[in-house]
């Protein structure tokens, strides 16, 4: 038995009474600490003889025979000491053996703060769940998918409302390898973070079967369940080393809602992340923020030899409604796109939204689309919204399409907003139909719907509906809002835009501004005084800015119309410059009515 000397009267100890005199014949009982259940003492480091409970002391108050007390190793003692007379002198408990280490549920932690509660170190740390509890290594040779997954198991086994977060410590620059698939069930609410860094998973395992693994079995990291009620992903990079088909297979529907954040993943064969959402109703909430995607890349991209996947973002939206937002975000392109938005079997009816913020897309190879869409038979598919977002081009990159319809000419769309469109002039479609195996390098495949838009066109909201013909048919072009506003003319199946250049030079005469002087530079252009008459608020997009600058001596007279008021004044009343050179101003139309004054330089009444 493993014994540990005793810090109670140990070696050669002499007891005394409280007054001082030598404790002759006095008692030392042990027990077990806090109980009164009697436990053995030995008189040797061997553990083989137990003393007497309680240990008698000699005349000299001292422990007899060997003079050494041993206790059991890892076990906590209680010693009371009495006098001959049974009269108690001490309490001692809680008491392990010297050497022994303490148990952290038995060392004390007063956290540094006001008002805060001593705790012990053991519930300190169980607070957090980590993938080294469970004995991954991280150290990129490893297996620490089994070690893995015992954590992911024992956080759904807590079943509690929180989510539970299942950390993979990072300070180390760990990488956390993994030969076959984790599986984190979020029906119980669990999500994986990194901490103290940003670690790394990285597959090591066998190539899959891009064909039969074409689904949950074929990720890296599979989300299972339903509901995913706040869990997510995060802190994290994720290497599918141009083996596994999925970096991260979500599936449900993500109710409430499912966070994706700081997640920078490449490598896979078929799909970066794939989104199925069920067909079953339910609420959708995805959110993808601060990310990078990376697929893998085909030797006929510069300096890559890896297969290539399909689509570094592949959502199929189900039968529900709700939100998915992509943002702040970097995605490189795969063979097939950048974004792919399809069905999953069985859905009927979705008003999915699905908003996409400050998004860059990269595009490698020729003939890229940036965003397809298949949304077959599929009613109401909801809307897509680009806002501040900005495609680029790769290493032997070019564009096809900025958004291509890949079921049929007569395939159901979703309205498309841009909110707004931050062009190339290297992209020359926004919307095209495509046939199934993503053909869109032959014009004569190609049915083009809309046309293009440069940086000249600025335009603030354009918003692309679902009774835009699929062919290209000469006349004019409208937005979808009822409005009968004029975006542009198809003449020849060649598109011709309305708009001039973005700064207009100043009028000699009073000038009325129309709708498509969105954001547009008007001043009086060396010739003095001027008019403007503003366009009435309810007449333009949201979001409409002009901006307006005397750049020499003359005043500049805004006068609003219907019963629109400028800034501080009241409705129909004129807002005019001291008439000094530099005078300048920004305006927005703004809510009830009001042109909200946004910069103001010099004194304007």
């Known amino acids: 038995m493993a014994v540990n000397l005793s810090p109670v009267g140990g070696v050669a100890a002499q007891f005394f009474t409280n007054s001082g005199a030598v404790l002759t014949g006095g008692k030392l009982f042990t027990y077990l600490a806090g109980t009164t259940t009697p436990a053995a003492a030995y008189t040797s480091s061997n553990g083989s003889t137990a003393w007497t409970n309680p240990i008698v002391l000699d005349a000299a108050g001292r422990v007899p025979g060997s003079g050494e007390i041993w206790i059991t190793d890892g076990l906590l003692y209680k010693f009371l000491l009495k006098d001959a007379n049974d009269v108690l002198i001490a309490t001692y408990d809680n008491i392990s053996g010297i050497n022994t280490l303490p148990d952290a549920s038995q060392v004390s932690y007063d956290p540094p703060f006001t008002g805060s509660t001593i705790t012990n170190v053991e519930d300190k740390l169980a607070q957090y769940v980590s993938v080294q509890d469970f004995g991954a290594v991280g150290d990129g040779a490893t297996d620490d998918q089994p070690a893995i997954q015992k954590a992911l198991d024992y956080a759904a086994s807590l079943s509690n409302q929180s989510p539970t977060f299942v950390l993979f410590p ?14 984190v069930d979020s029906d119980y609410n669990v999500g994986i973070s990194g901490f103290g860094g940003t670690p790394t998973i990285k597959y090591t395992g066998p190539i899959m079967n891009t064909s039969t693994q074409d689904n949950s079995t074929g990720a890296m990291i599979y989300f299972s369940g339903n509901d995913h009620a706040f869990g997510g992903i995060k802190d994290l ?76 973002i592949h959502i199929a939206v189900g039968s529900n409604t709700g939100m998915i937002r992509i943002s702040n975000t970097g995605i490189d392109s795969g063979v097939a796109g950048c974004v792919g ?42 809307e897509i919204t680009l806002l501040n977002c900005k495609p680029s081009i790769g290493d032997a990159g070019s564009i096809s399409a900025y958004i291509a319809n890949a079921t049929s000419p ?38 083009t719907v809309i046309f293009a838009i440069n940086q000249n066109a600025s335009v603030g909201r354009l918003q692309l509906g679902t009774a835009m013909p699929s062919t290209p048919v000469d006349g004019d072009y409208y937005l979808n809002d009822n409005t009968r506003q004029l975006i542009g003319h198809v003449n020849g199946h060649t598109f011709v835009q309305p708009f001039g250049n973005p700064t207009l030079l100043g009028p000699s005469a009073p000038y009325t501004v129309a709708y498509t002087d969105f954001d547009k530079l008007i001043h009086n252009n060396n010739a003095g005084a001027l008019s403007i008459t503003l366009p009435e608020i309810s007449t333009v997009l949201t979001g409409f800015k002009l901006n307006i600058a005397a750049t020499t001596s003359g005043a500049i007279t805004l ?43 010099g004194t304007w009444a």
């Open 237 to 312: 990079f994720v290497d599918a080393s141009s083996a596994a088909n999925f970096c991260v297979y979500l599936e449900g529907i993500c109710q409430p809602q499912f966070n994706i954040k700081n997640l920078h993943m490449k490598h896979a064969q078929l799909d970066i992340i794939y989104a199925n959402n069920n067909a079953a109703l339910g609420q959708t909430q995805l959110f993808i923020d601060e990310c990078t995607f990376f697929p893998a890349t085909a030797a006929t991209f510069s300096g890559q030899t890896a297969v290539c996947g399909r689509y570094p």
């Open 170 to 183: 990072g300070q180390n620059n760990e990488v956390y390898a993994i030969e076959s698939q984790i599986v």
């Open 341 to 382: 938005i399809t069905v999953v079997a069985g859905a009927t009816v979705c008003n999915e939204q699905i908003l996409m913020d400050n998004v860059r897309f990269e595009t490698y190879g020729s003939n890229k689309d940036v965003i397809v869409l298949d949304y077959g038979a599929l009613a109401n598919p909801g």
């Open 559 to 601: 006068t609003p119309s219907g019963s629109d008021a400028i800034y501080t004044k009241t409705a129909g009343q004129t807002f005019v410059s001291s008439g000094s050179a530099g005078d300048s101003l920004i305006l927005m139309a703004g809510p009830s009515s009001r042109w909200v004054v946004l910069s103001k330089v």
């Open 410 to 447: 007569a395939g159901t769309r979703p309205v498309i907003n841009f909110v707004p469109y931050i062009a190339q002039n290297a992209m020359t479609y926004i919307y095209s139909d495509v046939d199934a195996t993503y053909n869109v390098t032959d014009d004569a495949k190609r049915q």
